[in-house]
């Protein structure tokens, strides 16, 4: 478990470390706002924010990409993250969870032992090393819970076929989710989204 931060001290990570707190810069005190989640060495987090969040923080004004039009005078703040920017949490989420998912997809119907091993291996290493430090943590909780513990070799275990890892990682998905308070996937679904395409053939 992580050493506790400041703004969490006197509450649960999950509730306060989002509200943001006061940060110490030079022995001047900043305020950070609401929604900004700072590392483990008290500096903001950039992959654990969203980039709302970050350019609020930052207050910067983004101009529009260049076009021959003239000027507005009135430059509209970016909303969503320029492309070509270091991600913040939504769009590392999004890509990991294209990465996890199309794993889980393309895992062997039945998968041999060793296969089994490897995976367990990445997914141990992965919550550990994920760059958003709070989802990392949370994360690893949930894969310690005897109910998701990925024990290869198992009879009727999370990693013997495509088909179970599949169901185990749309549970971890949809528990991230609920705690973002955004609806669940429907799992039964799962192979239609990250392996064959939608029924209706649309991704053909
Ligand atoms: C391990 C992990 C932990 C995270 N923890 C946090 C956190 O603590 N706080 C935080 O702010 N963000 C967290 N994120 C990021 C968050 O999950 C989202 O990726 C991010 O908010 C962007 O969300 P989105 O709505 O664009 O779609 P995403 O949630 O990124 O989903 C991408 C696509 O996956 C599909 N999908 C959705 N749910 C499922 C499912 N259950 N199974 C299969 N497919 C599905 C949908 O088609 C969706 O469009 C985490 C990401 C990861 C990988």
């Keep these: 478990m992580a050493e506790k931060l400041p703004v969490q001290a006197d509450e649960t990570r999950n509730e306060t470390v989002r509200r943001g707190g006061v940060g110490g810069d030079n022995g001047r ?6 929604g900004v989640v700072l590392d483990k060495d008290g500096k903001p987090c950039r992959s654990c924010t969203s980039f709302r969040d970050w350019a609020e923080m930052t207050r910067k004004e983004i101009s529009p990409p260049r076009s021959k039009e003239p000027p507005s005078t009135t430059p509209a703040a970016a909303t969503s993250l320029p492309p070509d920017c270091p991600p913040d949490v939504e769009t ?33 290493i992965f919550s550990r090393i994920y760059p958003c430090w709070v989802c990392a943590e949370d994360f690893q909780h949930w894969i310690e819970r005897p109910e998701n513990r990925l024990v290869p070799g198992q009879e009727g275990g999370h990693l013997g076929g495509r088909a179970s890892f599949g169901q185990w990682m749309c ?13 669940e996937f429907d799992c039964r679904r799962y192979e239609e ?12």
């Design 171 to 183: 549970r971890a998905h949809n528990e991230v989710n609920r705690k973002l308070g955004k609806n």
């Design 193 to 204: 989204r990250w392996r064959t395409g939608w029924a209706d053939g649309r991704c053909d």
């Design 29 to 34: 005190k900043k305020a950070i706002p609401k």
């Design 92 to 124: 590392l989420g999004r890509s990991t969870w294209t990465l996890l998912h199309t794993i889980a997809a393309t895992y062997p119907a039945t998968a041999p032992p060793e296969k089994q091993a490897e995976v367990k291996t990445f997914m141990n």
